[in-house]
């Protein structure tokens, strides 16, 4: 994710240390913050002050005004924000960590030969190195959130003080030196309003999880009830309960189970322990598509046929297309449409007018958008196996006698089944899919159509009469068009094809459950029958 690697990596260590609402909101901080700032917004304030234009020649007039206007950059202000945001996540990993440290060197001392009984047993941890939100450890987690809190709420406040939420096209301004109140004309504010509307709805969205989070902790806490009251054991007579000290076996046992651990996959630094993972190729060239790329690559062993070909078009013929080839046609879209005027801001204007978002970041837009049902599937899975991992851990611990509900949704070798509640989410996921790609189709067809017209009419003020704005590359900028269109339709249509496929073999599995008729046997003689 390019700059954004080092943060990425840690954030991913944490998701395995946190609750459920915690997971999401790292995913809501890596996919619609980091990734939409890296591949989307970034570019559009790429040309800020290069074209910001004021009906004036006095020297330095336009660098006052530009920096009265925007004190600090929209781009600038939210990698802060991210970055401050972060913080009390990564402070909170640290006391983690620390924890998981000192309670590893304590299992080590319980399982060795001269081991003492009187240590102190682990409390923050289990036998698998997971964290058990508890005691100190909860209040750090709850510190970091009402930290986070005030933060979000902190910057989305200034935000509102420094610029407010929408971008005006057209800025007065009587700073020094400028001679007179002179206007000056921003570039693609249309564009810039819906990425800063976005990033604003984002950090709500950011603020809500903090603070449900918060209600979920004490709401668990509350639910969790008193501690019992420990007795006096007969293995322990002198002591509180003691603690079942570990044997040889226990200890073998452990070590087998650690190495599978370590050998397991990881899902972005997931519910089994965050794994420093050799990223695919295909991330290594797609820069900020990185972390969605490994998502999606993730999301194919527990996906239909018919889903690893709507992951494979998605791969290869939309987003290293869009990497690879669209993204360099549309790079130098608005320095050189060219308008029959040299009146100061009517190009701005005109090109705000008839491009009110780039294709190239309508496409990114769409691409994320569409990936996320399949995203929230991937939770979903995620969640489940981690559910029944402890359930098969719990089982081998179990007397024979005892009577456990087997695992339902996954094997011993983590193989999701399609069925039940995961094969609703799975159904839910395309049906969203499938709208959102309708949605996006329709949009960029009432945006601009599906032609890129090389001339452009436009008699928007300032522009002193009806002026003809000619665009660069029309023709090519056509065949992406085309082009992107053509994979939004096989997209549909692979979506619509799982479907029924999803229903057929639902209907056969249960046609191959119902009992087969069955023939009563009938003895000889009766109904008149004889003997022969």
Known sequence: MGDWGFLSKLLDEVQSHSTVVGKIWMSVLFLFRIMVLGAGAESVWGDEQSDFICNTQQPGCENVCYD??????????????????????????????????????????????????????????????????????LGSYMTQLVVK??????????????????MVPMFPCSKTPCPFTVECYMSRPTEKTIFIIFMLVVACVSLLLNVIEVFYLLCTRVGRGPRPQRGFSQAYPAVLSGPQWPTTDDALRQNKLNLELEGSQSIGGGLDGAKDEKMPLKAQIMGEWGFLSSLLDKVQSHSTVVGKVWLSVLFIFRIMILGAGAEKVWGDEQSKMVCNTKQPGCKNVCYDHAFPISHIRFWVLQIIFVSTPTLIYLGHVMHVIHKENKLREKMQKLSQGQIVKPPKYSDDKGHIKLQGNLLGNY??????????????????????????????????????????????????????????????????????????????????????????????????????????
């Open 149 to 166: 809190i005030i933060i979000e709420a902190a910057f989305i406040v200034g935000q509102y003080y420094l610029y407010g939420f929408v």
């Open 68 to 137: 009265w206007t925007f004190p600090i950059s929209h781009i600038r202000f939210w990698v802060l924000q991210i970055i401050f945001v972060s913080t009390p996540t990564l402070v909170y990993l640290g006391h983690a960590i620390h924890v998981i440290q000192s309670e590893k060197k304590l299992r080590e001392q319980l399982v060795s030969p001269g081991g003492t009984r009187l240590v102190k047993a682990p409390k923050y941890t289990d036998d698998n190195g997971r964290v058990k939100i508890k005691g100190r450890l």
């Open 427 to 532: 159904m839910t996921s395309i049906v969203f899919r499938i709208i959102l790609e309708l949605g996006f189709i329709v949009g960029q067809y009432y945006l601009y159509g599906f032609i890129m017209d090389p001339r452009i009419v436009c008699s928007r003020d300032p522009c002193p009469f009806t002026v003809e704005c000619y665009m660069s590359r029309p023709t090519e900028k056509t065949i992406f068009i085309i082009f992107m269109l053509v994979m939004s339709c096989i997209s549909v249509l692979l979506n619509v094809v799982e479907i029924f496929y999803l229903v057929c073999c639902r209907s056969n599995r249960r046609k191959s459950r119902d009992p087969p008729p069955f023939a009563l046997n009938v003895p000889p003689g009766v109904n008149g029958e004889k003997n022969l």
